[in-house]
């Protein structure tokens, strides 16, 4: 199973971007798929997770200015950012829980990472 993160880049304030990651492999099912991101010089923190019911959750930094969707046929979790701030920038991280077509127990699996550079 891997994750393909994609859709990140430079984009000034004010300005929009939006995160897709596609999981593929041996997939039976994708459980809660997420986004998070690492700052320059600080841990990585959550920004947005999504359940497989369609549940969301939002960091606060998050609330108000980026949603986060689903396509549960096609494994892909997506991340709408609006309204983006110099602050946001960091690199951006996919994961799901995801249990695979062997029946071997869900498991996390984290994308590659896509950087996201707002300018002021």
């Known amino acids: 199973v891997q994750l393909q993160a994609s859709g990140g880049g430079l984009v000034q304030a004010g300005g929009s971007l939006r995160l897709s990651c596609a999981a593929s492999?041996?997939?039976?099912?994708?459980?809660?798929m997420g986004w998070y991101r690492q700052p320059p010089g600080k841990q990585r923190e959550l920004v947005a997770a999504?359940?497989?019911?369609?549940?969301?959750n939002y960091a606060d930094s998050a609330k108000g200015r980026f949603t986060i969707s689903r396509d549960n046929a096609k494994h892909t979790v997506y991340l709408q950012m609006n309204s983006l701030k110099p602050e946001d920038t960091a690199v951006y991280y996919c994961?799901?829980?995801?249990?695979?077509?062997?029946?071997?127990?869900?498991?996390?699996?984290w994308g590659q990472g896509t950087q996201v550079t707002v300018s002021s």
């Open positions: 999504i359940t497989g019911g369609g549940r969301t």
């Open positions: 994961y799901a829980n995801i249990k695979r077509a062997d029946r071997s127990p869900p498991t996390d699996y």
């Open positions: 492999g041996s997939i039976a099912s994708t459980n809660t």
